[in-house]
C-alpha cells in the first residue's frame, strides 16, 4: 500500500507526487487485468454451444412428425374419404373373434354375459391430428359352426352361362366381376374348379378380349364369346342353353378336364354366398334328368288366378340329359322348326321363356331350391329379407333391390366359413343384433326373440293343395309344375324360425365397407347415414304400411360408424 504524506514544496514534493500517481496507476492497471482473467475463466451461456441446435420447449414442437396413426384412426380416415362422411362423427370399434363350437346354424345365436356397445359412443373428428382410436377390447367371441370357405371348395361339377353387356361389366370399377371372383375362385385368386361361359352384347373384339383378361387375372376360368346382335336378352340365354351343352361336351377332349354335372344359367347379378350348402343340395340330383329353379326373395315370385308360381328367378340350373333334351326342343332349336323364332319374340323374361318351353314340350317339373322365401312362409306371416335368419343359397338383383355389395359382405366367409355370413347374434344384455356382413341394429326400447310358431298366429289361406300346408290345414297352392323337397316343407322352416318383437325404435347401421388385412383379420365399417331413411325401419320387405308401432330413429346431421375387427384363430 502507498502512504502519502504531506510534502513542504521544492523538488521533494513534486517527487512524491509524481512516485504516488505513478504507483496509483500501476495498482489500478492490475486490478483491471485481474478481473478481465476472472471474466474469461467463466463458462460461457448455455445457449452459445446450443443456439439453433435445441429441440425448444415441448409446447413448441411444431414441426416434428406426428406419431403413426392406430390402424382403427386409419380405417376410419380412409373411410371418410373413400365414401364422403362427415368430418365428425360418433364412432365405436370392437374386436371380434369366431368360435367354432355350434353343432348347426341358428336362426339366431343369442350372446348372454356380453355387451356388444358396453359404453357410449367416441365423438370424434377425422382431421384431429391427435386422434388415436382404438377398438373395444377384450374381443367378443361368438359362436358358429364349422363350415366350408372359399379356398377349401371343389366346385368343379357346376358350369355357369351369363350373357350381358361389356358396359355393365365395367360399370363401377368392374364391381360385378369382383362380385363373381367371391363364388367362382377361392378368395386367393385361382380357380375353384367352376367354370364360366359368358356372351357379351354387341362387343368389339378388342372389349372381348380385355374383358376375357380380366377374367383371368381374376382367376375365373372363363370363355368368353359374342351374343347374337340380333336376339333380346330373354333370346341371348335361350340360345346359352345349347351353347352349355355343347361346351360341356367339349370339355372331354379337353387334357385334364371332365364333364360338368350341372349347367347353370343365371342373371350376371346373382350371387351364390353358400356354394358348399349348394353342391350338397344339388348332390341328390346327380346322374338324373333334372330342371331346378332357385328363387330367392317374394319379389322372385307371383301370384296369378291364385297360384303362386315362380319360373326360377333368374338362376336354373339343368342337368346334362336335362340340357341335352332341352337343346333339342322346337323352340330352342334354330334349325328344328318354325316354332324357334315364334317362341323368342314375345314378352317376358329368359328363364319364364325356358319354363314355357320345357313345360309344353315335355313332362318335366322345376324342382324348387329356396333360399330367402318359400310361399308357405305367408302362413306364418314371417318376414322375408337379408335380416331373416336364413342362410340363403342364391342371391339376387342385390344391388337393385337392396343397395347391397355382397362381394365385400361375403369377405367374412373367408375367416370364419359360409355358415357365418348374415348369421344374426343377439345381445341381449344390450339390445342389440347383429347381421353379419348386412347390418347391426339398436333396440333402445327393448327387444326379445321368440320362436316364429309362437309367436305369429297363423292367417287363414282360402285354398287346396300344395307343398304349402301344415298341421292347421291351412294351404297355398302353388303351380302344379313346381315341386318341392320335404328339407323345404313349410312348417319344418318355420320351427327352425326365430323372429325378434319389439315396440318403439330400431336404430340400424348399414354395412358400408369390408376389406381383409395383412394378418387375415377382417374388417366391417357399418354406417348409419345422416338425415332420414327412406325406409322405416330394416329391410324393404320387413315393414308394414301405416305402421304405428315400430319406427326408425330420427334423423341426424352427422354420420355413425361402428367397426368390427374380426380376429383369426391363433
Not at 495498482?27 to 441446435?53: F, M, N, W
Request: charged residues 25%; aromatic residues 8%.
Amino acid at each position: 500500500m502507498v502512504i502519502c504524506r504531506p510534502f513542504h514544496g521544492g523538488y521533494v514534493g513534486i517527487l512524491q507526487l509524481t512516485i504516488v500517481l505513478v504507483g496509483t496507476y500501476m495498482l489500478l492497471a492490475a486490478v483491471r487485468h485481474t478481473d478481465q482473467h476472472l471474466i474469461q475463466q467463466q463458462p460461457p451461456s448455455i445457449y452459445e454451444y446450443t443456439d439453433g441446435k435445441t429441440r425448444g420447449a415441448r409446447q413448441n414442437e411444431t414441426n416434428l412428425p406426428p406419431a403413426p396413426p392406430s390402424d382403427e384412426t386409419a380405417y376410419l380416415r380412409l373411410l371418410a374419404r373413400e365414401y364422403g362422411l362427415s368430418n365428425e362423427m360418433p364412432f365405436f370399434a370392437r374386436r371380434i373373434q369366431a368360435r367354432f363350437d355350434s353343432r348347426a346354424r341358428r336362426s339366431m345365436t343369442e350372446v348372454t354375459r356380453t355387451a356388444l356397445v358396453p359404453h357410449d359412443f367416441q365423438r370424434v373428428r377425422t382431421d384431429d391430428e391427435r386422434l388415436n382410436l382404438h377398438a373395444e377390447s377384450p374381443a367378443v367371441r361368438l359362436s358358429v359352426t364349422q363350415s366350408p370357405k372359399p379356398d377349401a371348395l371343389n366346385a368343379s361339377a357346376l358350369l355357369f352361362g351369363i350373357s350381358t353387356s361389356y358396359d355393365r361389366l365395367t360399370y363401377g370399377n368392374a364391381s360385378l366381376m369382383g362380385d363373381w371372383a367371391r363364388w367362382l375362385t377361392d378368395g386367393e385368386g385361382n380357380s375353384n374348379g367352376a367354370s364360366l361361359v359368358l356372351t357379351l352384347h354387341r362387343a368389339s373384339g378388342a372389349e372381348i378380349e380385355y374383358i376375357g383378361g380380366k377374367l383371368r387375372e381374376a382367376g375365373i376360368d372363363a370363355m368368353v364369346l359374342p351374343a347374337d346382335g340380333t336376339h333380346d336378352s330373354a333370346a341371348r340365354y335361350l340360345d346359352l342353353a345349347g351353347l352349355l351343352a355343347r361346351r360341356n361336351d367339349a370339355l372331354l377332349g379337353e387334357s385334364g378336364r371332365q364333364k360338368k354335372k350341372f349347367l347353370a344359367l343365371v342373371d350376371d347379378d346373382v350371387f351364390f354366398p353358400s356354394l358348399g350348402r349348394l353342391l350338397d343340395r344339388l348332390g341328390e340330383y346327380n346322374a338324373k334328368k333334372a330342371y331346378i329353379g332357385l328363387p330367392s326373395e317374394r319379389s322372385d315370385w307371383m301370384v296369378e288366378n291364385n297360384v303362386t308360381l315362380t319360373y326360377g328367378g333368374g338362376a336354373v340350373l339343368l342337368t346334362p340329359s336335362m340340357a341335352d333334351l332341352v337343346s333339342q326342343l322346337p323352340c330352342l332349336n334354330k334349325t328344328a322348326t318354325r316354332d324357334y323364332i315364334s317362341s323368342t319374340d314375345g314378352t317376358g323374361q329368359w328363364d319364364e321363356r325356358l319354363y314355357a318351353c320345357i313345360t309344353t314340350h315335355t313332362d318335366e317339373k322345376l324342382h324348387i331350391l329356396p333360399s330367402l322365401y318359400t310361399p308357405s312362409d305367408d302362413l306364418y306371416g314371417l318376414r322375408t329379407g337379408y335380416e331373416g335368419g336364413v342362410q340363403p343359397l342364391i342371391l339376387h338383383h342385390y344391388k337393385h333391390r337392396r343397395r347391397f355389395e355382397a362381394g365385400k359382405a361375403h369377405l367374412i366367409s373367408s375367416l370364419c366359413g359360409e355358415d357365418c355370413f348374415l348369421q344374426r347374434f343377439f345381445f341381449r344384455d344390450d339390445a342389440w343384433i347383429l347381421v353379419n356382413g348386412y347390418s347391426i341394429s339398436q333396440y333402445p326400447d327393448g327387444v326379445d326373440v321368440l320362436p316364429a310358431t309362437k309367436s305369429l298366429v297363423l292367417q287363414k289361406q282360402d285354398s287346396s293343395s300344395s307343398s304349402g300346408s301344415n298341421s292347421n290345414g291351412n294351404k297355398i297352392k302353388v303351380g302344379d309344375r313346381l315341386t318341392f323337397d320335404r328339407q323345404d316343407d313349410g312348417r319344418k322352416r318355420a320351427d327352425a324360425r326365430m323372429v325378434v318383437t319389439w315396440a318403439g325404435a330400431k336404430r340400424t347401421w348399414r354395412l358400408l365397407d369390408s376389406r381383409r388385412g395383412a394378418g387375415g383379420d377382417v374388417w366391417q365399417a357399418y354406417v348409419k347415414r345422416r338425415g332420414s331413411s327412406s325406409v322405416p325401419y330394416g329391410d324393404e320387405d320387413d315393414w308394414v304400411p301405416e305402421d304405428t308401432v315400430h319406427s326408425q330413429d330420427g334423423p341426424s346431421d352427422v354420420d355413425s360408424v361402428i367397426v368390427l375387427i374380426w380376429e383369426p384363430q391363433r
